[in-house]
């Protein structure tokens, strides 16, 4: 099993940065994938970033040159630098790992709400 702490979540107005983190335990030696997912209000989860353990990133179109997602593989810890927030960029963002496996594990996801 792997548990997932998320943290830096909040209110902000729009134009500023947050950043997230999300720390690993457990189970933690097959991590493969750390990323990010979000949840609006009446919308499907979708993939805000995500990185794999050999250095890849990939990036939602909506948030690619505003944020950047990186990785302490010693640390076992995933951040998600958001500059430049949006109101639409509101949502509940999900912390999410992927082992070599094929397992998936989930944060309890952290309010992130932009002001206009």
């Known amino acids: 099993q792997v548990q997932l702490v998320e943290s830096g979540g909040g209110l902000v107005q729009a134009g500023r940065s947050l950043r997230l983190s999300c720390a690993a335990s457990?189970?933690?030696?097959?991590?493969?994938?750390m990323g990010w997912y979000r949840q609006a209000p009446g919308k499907e989860r979708e993939l805000v970033a995500s990185f794999t353990k050999g250095g890849s990133s990939r990036y939602a179109d909506s948030v690619k040159g505003r944020f950047t997602i990186s990785r302490d593989n010693a640390k076992n810890t995933v951040y998600l630098q958001m500059n430049s927030l949006k109101p639409e960029d509101t949502a509940v963002y999900y912390c999410?790992?992927?082992?070599?496996?094929?397992?998936?594990?989930w944060g309890q996801g952290t309010q992130v709400t932009v002001s206009s």
């Open positions: 457990g189970s933690i030696f097959s991590i493969n994938v």
């Open positions: 999410n790992v992927v082992s070599t496996y094929g397992s998936s594990w």
